[in-house]
T-cell receptor, first 116, second 112 residues
Framework: NAGVTQTPKFQVLKTGQSMTLQCAQDMNHNSMYWYRQDPGMGLRLIYYSASEGTTDKGEVPNGYNVSRLNKREFSLRLESAAPSQTSVYFC???????????????FGEGSWLTVV | KQEVTQIPAALSVPEGENLVLNCSFTDSAIYNLQWFRQDPGKGLTSLLLIQSSQREQTSGRLNASLDKSSGRSTLYIAASQPGDSATYLCAVRSNTGNQFYFGTGTSLTVIP
């Protein structure tokens, strides 16, 4: 059972370059998320997709774009990378946003991005 | 905006000790609260989830409690082991949106 899979695991970019982080989940979850994790700042939500076809900004969306390609896949794009975007990026997914029991959130293993 | 705080930021204990990790949140209108474990270089693994209507959840040596009215949760780890060394994060799910708010975590080291 793969759960949440994100690629690449490591990437070094030069300032101004673009790249896309890929994420896929095989749990038939409706909601998907992109977080970044920085030392001392915890996990901060970049964008989320409550369901297929919808995306919404989170706490720190500037400099990023997302695409919910289908129910399984949610990609994060950096159009013009900046050193401030050096971080660890986590994709996550959860069941429908509804008052159902459980509703835990599952995380991928993370993508380490360095912008020089 | 919901703010989640975890104290202490780091904790070091000898093996076998019982310990408590703390999590506090500013807005009591939560749907649930989760405790996660994060090992270095890895993603987050869910340990326990407490619904807003519940007071506690237990799994093995772990017990999580929730006092929604005071905005607090604790994670109790009994008879700690070196394998428990990791960062522990708590997250609350908003009652009105599809967002999870995370604390900055407590880094736990259990010394053999």
């Amino acid at each position: 059972n793969a759960g949440v899979t994100q690629t690449p695991k490591f990437q070094v970019l030069k300032t101004g370059q673009s790249m896309t982080l890929q994420c896929a989940q095989d749990m038939n979850h409706n909601s998907m998320y992109w977080y970044r994790q920085d030392p001392g700042m915890g996990l901060r939500l970049i964008y989320y997709s409550a369901s297929e076809g919808t995306t919404d900004k989170g706490e720190v969306p500037n400099g990023y774009n997302v695409s919910r390609l289908n129910k399984r896949e949610f990609s994060l794009r950096l159009e013009s990378a900046a050193p401030s975007q050096t971080s660890v990026y986590f994709c996550a997914s959860s069941l429908v946003w509804a008052r159902t029991s459980g509703n835990t959130i599952y995380f991928g293993e993370g993508s380490w991005l360095t912008v020089v | 905006k919901q703010e989640v705080t975890q104290i202490p930021a780091a904790l070091s204990v000898p093996e076998g000790e019982n310990l408590v990790l703390n999590c506090s949140f500013t807005d009591s209108a939560i749907y649930n609260l989760q405790w996660f474990r994060q090992d270095p270089g890895k993603g987050l693994t869910s340990l326990l989830l407490i619904q807003s209507s519940q007071r506690e959840q237990t799994s093995g040596r772990l017990n999580a409690s929730l006092d929604k009215s005071s905005g607090r949760s604790t994670l109790y780890i009994a008879a700690s082991q070196p394998g428990d060394s990791a960062t522990y994060l708590c997250a609350v799910r908003s009652n009105t949106g599809n967002q999870f708010y995370f604390g900055t975590g407590t880094s736990l080291t259990v010394i053999p």
